[in-house]
């Protein structure tokens, strides 16, 4: 039997605009410079992408069949920068058949050196906007004005859903004791003891009024005796879009952000959805008191804006930590969520 081909990859083009068939046009936004990223010095400890020796070392034997040499594929920090894009192919190909839009991916600045701001062309023809911080706080990446003025009146039409997604801030104290407790906590040989992220998503938050801030690098709990993430604390009752039905879990990743609540609370925002953390590796957050970490956050429309705003990191879209069938349901959910945008949101529910 013949394998089946794969369409022909296309690059270096310009965006075809999806026309509005009153289906979700959904569009990725890496938030990352990718020059700055993979130009970074390999010998600088923190702050970095790891390079693909080092993800070849530790992920040993995955990835050491001819399809990842140098003759088919990019080393050094950019085969790592590759490897996050390849990752959300199966997210792609999921919510465009649900869709039937394809979904559109664009690099705040591409491999060629392109800069692309969020503004019209991205928003025109988007309807849900997935913004993935995973750009290093050093490489200094903020929104700009313009930026802000351009989805401020985006998030005015009916049926907008803007999705930010700050990634982890590991080691942010100066204390090298309190850095190697959390490196420890987290288990991740390629996370080095200061990994900050999310620059850009920071400087969308604070404009937009998310009461938002991105902490720490948190591992889950896993179910004993399994290597199943813990079930999810999901608030189904405030889940007025139904984009939990059928959701248990999503998947496992041993460092992701806790959306700690500002003492901002200028606009209704809510848990749905709370992570158990992996009590069994000492963290500070863990020392405090804490047992479990936001994963999932919803803003409903207020005022002007008649668009949702979601919370929800990166890594829940990509398969570079694996899948369970209850991660695509919840792809899904996003995808179909409906395009009137109002519902009932008016009471807070929120943890520290």
Known sequence: MSPVLQPPRTYNQNHAPRKYTGKRRVSIYWTWSYPWETNRNPAELDNRFSTMTEVRRVAWPAYEGTDWDEMHFLQGIAGTLELFHRSTLSFQSVVGE????????FQRIDQAGYKLPIDERILADTDTLMVFGLDHLVSEQEAAP??????????????????????????FAEDPNQRQMEYLHHGDALVPRQQRFGQYTRS??????????????LRPAVVKGTRQIAPLTINRDLDKHNLLKGVTTFNFHP???????????????????????????????TAAGNTEFNSF????????????????????????????????TFWKNLATMPMASRADGNKTHAIA
């Open 255 to 285: 460092h992701l952000p806790h959306y700690a609540l500002t003492s901002d609370y200028a606009a209704p925002i809510h848990v749905l959805t709370r992570q158990a953390i992996d009590l069994e590796r000492p963290h500070p957050f």
């Open 146 to 171: 313009e930026e802000i003025a351009a989805l401020r009146e985006w998030l005015k039409r009916e049926g907008t859903c803007l999705m930010i997604g700050p990634h982890h801030d590991v080691g």
């Open 98 to 105: 649900v869709t039937e839009h394809p979904v559109a991916v």
């Open 297 to 328: 956050l919803w803003m409903p429309p207020n005022g002007e804006r008649a668009g949702n705003i979601l919370l929800a990191d990166s890594t829940i879209f990509t398969t570079l930590f694996g899948g369970v069938d209850s991660l695509l």
């Open 204 to 217: 969308l938050m604070k404009a937009l009024g998310v009461p938002v801030i991105n902490q720490f690098g």
